[in-house]
T-cell receptor, first 113, second 112 residues
Framework: NAGVMQNPRHLVRRRGQEARLRCSPMKGHSHVYWYRQLPEEGLKFMVYLQKENIIDESGMPKERFSAEFPKEGPSILRIQQVVRGDSAAYFC???????????FGPGTRLTVT | GQQLNQSPQSMFIQEGEDVSMNCTSS?????WLWYKQDPGEGPVLLIALYKAGELTSNGRLTAQFGITRKDSFLNISASIPSDVGIYFC????????????FGAGTRLFVKA
C-alpha cells in the first residue's frame, strides 16, 4: 500500500535551469496538492489539481511556475529559469476527496546554485 | 485571507511531561487536521476532526474540534524523546473552495 511518492528527493539546479518535480499520489487518490516550505517555516499552499484540471492555483507565482496532473502519469511541478529564491522543500499531498485528509510525500529539496 | 494562529511557536519540555498546543482562527472551519513533521521528512497525519466538539485520540495524542468551530487543540501525554518534531494544525475553512490552510507549526523539544 504505497504512500505518496515524490522524486527526486534532492535536486540541484544552476540559476536559469529548469526544475521538474514529480508526484505520484496514493492509489485511488485523484486530488493532488503542492506546497512549498522554506527552512524553519510552515507549509505554503501553491496549487490544487484534480486529474487533468487545475482547481486552485492561487498560491502559485504567476511566472515561471506551472503544474499539471495528466490523465496518465504523475503530477509535475515545473519551475522554469530557477533563481536562488526558489530553493526550498516542495511537498506534494494527495487526498481521496477535495476536502479532507491529505497525505504527504517525503518532499523534494531543491537547491539552486 | 483566512489565517490559522498556532501556539506556542516552540516548547521545551522534560520527558514524561504532558504537552498542549492549539490553533485558532477568525473563520469557521469544517475540518481540523493535526500533522507531525520530522526533520527532512513530509508531514504525517496524526488526527483528523470533522465535527464540532469531536474529541479523538490516537495513542498518547488527543485532539478536539472546538465547539465554535474556530479552534482546535492537540494534547500529548507523557512525552517521549521521539515526540520531537514540528506539529502543524491545518483546517478547511467553511467558505467553499478546497484550500486547506496550515498553521506555522509548534516546534517541540523533549529533554530526556
Amino acid at each position: 500500500n504505497a504512500g505518496v511518492m515524490q522524486n527526486p528527493r534532492h535536486l540541484v539546479r544552476r540559476r536559469g535551469q529548469e526544475a521538474r518535480l514529480r508526484c505520484s499520489p496514493m492509489k485511488g487518490h485523484s486530488h493532488v496538492y503542492w506546497y512549498r516550505q522554506l527552512p524553519e517555516e510552515g507549509l505554503k499552499f501553491m496549487v490544487y489539481l484534480q486529474k487533468e484540471n487545475i482547481i486552485d492555483e492561487s498560491g502559485m507565482p504567476k511566472e515561471r511556475f506551472s503544474a499539471e496532473f495528466p490523465k496518465e502519469g504523475p503530477s509535475i511541478l515545473r519551475i522554469q529559469q530557477v533563481v536562488r529564491g526558489d530553493s526550498a522543500a516542495y511537498f506534494c499531498a494527495s487526498s481521496l476527496r477535495g476536502e479532507g485528509e491529505q497525505y504527504f510525500g517525503p518532499g523534494t529539496r531543491l537547491t539552486v546554485t | 485571507g483566512q489565517q490559522l494562529n498556532q501556539s506556542p511557536q516552540s516548547m521545551f519540555i522534560q520527558e514524561g511531561e504532558d504537552v498542549s498546543m492549539n490553533c485558532t482562527s477568525s473563520s469557521i472551519f469544517n475540518t481540523w487536521l493535526w500533522y507531525k513533521q520530522d526533520p527532512g521528512e513530509g508531514p504525517v497525519l496524526l488526527i483528523a476532526l470533522y465535527k464540532a466538539g469531536e474529541l479523538t485520540s490516537n495513542g498518547r495524542l488527543t485532539a478536539q474540534f472546538g465547539i465554535t468551530r474556530k479552534d482546535s487543540f492537540l494534547n500529548i501525554s507523557a512525552s517521549i524523546p521521539s515526540d520531537v518534531g514540528i506539529y502543524f494544525c491545518a483546517g478547511a475553512p467553511n467558505t467553499g473552495g478546497f484550500k486547506t490552510i496550515f498553521g506555522a507549526g509548534t516546534r517541540l523539544f523533549v529533554k530526556a
